[in-house]
Each structure stands twice: as structure tokens, then as C-alpha cells.
């Protein structure tokens, strides 16, 4: 009888311990925001690795790094599973990180990917991908949707200049700097109409408007949303999901970066709609 009473007890304990959140910058607390929206009794722990950003432009091998690094923080901090919320990341470094670490590990990847298919499924078959060089090079979106339908027309195309645009708050969906920029991104695009249009990096979603009023026969798709419907079903799956709090009143959210803490917070309070506090972390330890 103790025996099992101790087991569920680690059982609860294990519930009640943070999700991982990490990105290369603020991108991913557009997947943080759905957290909070979607499993609100969640604690959660992010990490932004600002010292480094943006990945999308590094090489393999730095990403890897990077991520591995990364995620070695997030376990530091006792958390039951990790959200990499960077499509960089997650096109480069999820099966790595899966091989590494002995909690649930869920990329951007796989719920953007069936969500855009059964739109496309539904439509004419064409699926647009947007995301980072190294996203795009690495090939595993596009690879993703071919195991569902070989037939798919699958539009990749890298749109580097997005990430900085969010980062220096060009994200209104009227302005003039964001819209030529897209404009030069996806003119050719939205002449295919493809069904469906994967926002496969998780700062883009602050540009769908910019991105929504060139493709207007486009369904976006939210990576990060599709990304945290994903993981509440690991979590319930594992067994692991927070035990019920009145509108997440007691869910304990904590932030780090490896750089800039002014420049994140100021950049936060558009992701989350709130001022928050960050702490800086020498991310070279992990």
C-alpha cells in the first residue's frame, strides 16, 4: 500500500513541474501566449537564447549545439517535458534531442504539418511553407508532408528578413517596411493559392496580417498553436498533465536569456499582452 502511495505521489510531483520552452530569441513566446490560452494550469520555463539569434542563419552543427545547450538549461530547472519552440530548431535538432534527454520533446514540426494536410486534403492539394533559410535547407517540412501525400504541391520558401522584423517591431499589418518586405517574399506564391500556408517559424504568427493580406486565399497556419496542441496531448498521454487551478492563478511562468534582458521584456509585452521579469543566464555552463 505505501509503495503505491508513494508512486502516485511522485506521479503528482511529476504533473506539477514546468514545461520547457525554448527559442532563439522572443519568436517563441507566440507558443508560450497558446500555452498560457490552451492548458492554463501550466507552469512553464522559457528560454530565449538572445546571445546567439538568429539561429535560422547558423550551421547544422552550430544549431545542434545550440539546442543541446539549450535544453540542458530547461533540465536544470526540472521540467517534464520541452517545447522547442523554433522551427530552426525543430527542423535540425528534434530527433537529437529526443536521442538525449529522457523527457517528452515536441518540435513545431509534426501539428503544423497535419493540420496543413487536411486543409490541403480538402482543397486543391498545395501547401506553402514559410520559414528560415536553415528551416527551409533542412528540408523537413516538405519531407513531413510528402510521408502523408506524394502528390502534395509544396511551396517552400525561405523569408529571412521576417525574423528581424519582429524583432524590431515591424508587425502592424499596415506597415509600409513589412509589407514590401513580405511582398518580395510572396508575390509568386500567392498566385499558386495554395490551401494552406505554413507559418514555420514561431515569430511569424505576429506577422500574420502582413502575411494574411498578400495570401488571402490562404488558410496560416499557427505553428505554435498547432505546436502546444500537440504537446497537452503528450502530456495527458504521459500522464502528466498540471492538476486543475483556477484559470492557471497558480502556474509559476519564469523567463531567462542569454542576452538583452531590457530588449526581450520590451519585445514581450507584445507576445503576451503584460510586462514580465527575466533573469540572465550564462548559457555557455550547459
Do not use: W
Request: net charge neutral.
Amino acid at each position: 500500500m505505501r509503495s503505491l502511495s508513494t508512486g502516485l505521489s511522485k506521479m503528482r510531483a511529476a504533473a506539477e513541474q514546468p514545461v520547457g520552452i525554448f527559442d532563439s530569441g522572443v519568436g517563441g513566446l507566440s507558443a508560450a501566449y497558446q500555452l498560457e490560452r490552451i492548458l492554463p494550469a501550466e507552469s512553464y520555463v522559457y528560454f530565449g537564447d538572445t546571445a546567439r539569434l538568429p539561429y535560422g542563419t547558423r550551421t547544422v552543427e552550430a544549431i545542434r549545439k545550440y539546442s543541446l545547450q539549450d535544453a540542458h538549461f530547461l533540465m536544470s530547472k526540472a521540467v517534464k517535458a520541452i517545447l522547442v519552440a523554433c522551427g530552426t530548431a525543430s527542423s535540425n535538432a528534434l530527433g537529437l534531442l529526443s536521442e538525449r534527454l529522457d523527457v517528452p520533446v515536441v518540435g513545431v514540426i509534426e501539428g503544423a504539418v497535419d493540420r496543413a494536410y487536411a486543409i490541403a486534403q480538402a482543397g486543391g492539394g498545395k501547401v506553402a511553407i514559410l520559414g528560415t533559410a536553415a528551416t527551409i535547407k533542412s528540408g523537413a517540412f516538405e519531407r513531413a508532408l510528402r510521408e502523408k501525400d506524394k502528390a502534395l504541391r509544396i511551396l517552400p520558401r525561405a523569408c529571412p528578413m521576417f525574423v528581424p522584423l519582429v524583432e524590431n517591431g515591424y508587425t502592424a499589418p499596415d506597415d509600409r517596411v513589412a509589407e514590401l518586405i513580405a511582398r518580395e517574399y510572396l508575390s509568386d506564391i500567392a498566385a499558386e493559392r495554395p490551401d494552406a500556408v505554413i507559418l514555420g517559424c514561431t515569430h511569424y504568427p505576429l506577422l500574420s496580417g502582413v502575411i494574411g493580406n498578400i495570401l488571402q486565399d490562404s488558410v496560416l497556419v499557427n505553428s505554435s498553436i498547432e505546436a502546444v496542441l500537440r504537446i497537452r496531448d503528450v502530456l495527458h498521454a504521459c500522464g502528466l498533465c498540471a492538476p486543475p487551478c483556477a484559470g492557471g492563478a497558480d502556474a509559476r511562468r519564469m523567463f531567462y536569456v542569454s542576452d538583452d534582458i531590457d530588449g526581450f521584456t520590451e519585445n514581450a509585452h507584445r507576445f503576451l499582452g503584460r510586462n514580465i521579469r527575466a533573469e540572465l543566464v550564462d548559457i555557455d555552463r550547459y
